[in-house]
């Protein structure tokens, strides 16, 4: 067989699968518009978003109340309740047409924040450095490995016609 031949019959190949990839994954062919278009019918109704908001609070802080005050500070204790408060206000706020989050689902977020976890951030972090001897190995380890390397390119290129 022809090289060119072949070589033409690969490259028409990548072509087409690249092609039916990329109509794989574009959105326009025969996307379905319906929540795009719902969303712009309605209206987002900030006195409804703020109502749907307290009852997931509500929910929330029912849910909080079972969990010990002490371990309110470790996600671990409480992340499914918080999963579905969040999942609410996010569902919430979709269904009445406003989108999430927005200004009044945060200052609402923000606000349950602040009363359940005012306290967890008194720690702060205080980074030091490393000693000096970990620091020279941190710093040099890399700095010769990059030498090494190019040396062994430079090496390697000199001696290319005993190598191939």
């Known amino acids: 067989m022809d090289p060119n031949?072949?070589?033409l019959f690969k490259l028409s190949l990548i072509l087409a699968v690249n092609m039916l990839m990329t109509r794989g994954l574009s959105d326009a062919?025969?996307?379905d518009l319906?929540?795009?278009?719902?969303?712009?019918l309605?209206?987002?109704?900030q006195t409804v978003l703020l109502l749907e908001m307290e009852r997931c609070g509500e929910r929330f802080s029912s849910d909080m109340n079972h969990i010990h005050p002490d371990d309110r500070c470790n996600l671990t204790h409480f992340i499914r309740e918080y999963h579905v408060f969040?999942?609410?206000t996010e569902v919430n706020a979709g269904r009445i047409g406003c989108f999430w989050?927005?200004?009044a689902a945060e200052r609402f977020i923000i606000s349950i924040h602040k009363h359940f976890f005012s306290n967890c951030s008194l720690e702060r972090v205080v980074?030091?450095?490393p000693p000096d001897d970990t620091l020279m190995l941190l710093i040099l380890v890399p700095v010769f490995l990059t030498l090494a390397m190019v040396a062994l390119?430079?090496?390697c290129s000199k001696r290319s016609d005993i190598l191939a």
């Open 153 to 155: 390119v430079v090496w």
């Open 34 to 40: 319906s929540f795009t278009q719902r969303s712009q």
């Open 101 to 103: 989050p927005n200004p």
């Open 42 to 45: 309605l209206q987002c109704n």
């Open 127 to 129: 980074f030091i450095d």
């Open 5 to 7: 031949l072949l070589t």
């Open 86 to 88: 969040s999942f609410c």
């Open 29 to 31: 062919d025969g996307a």
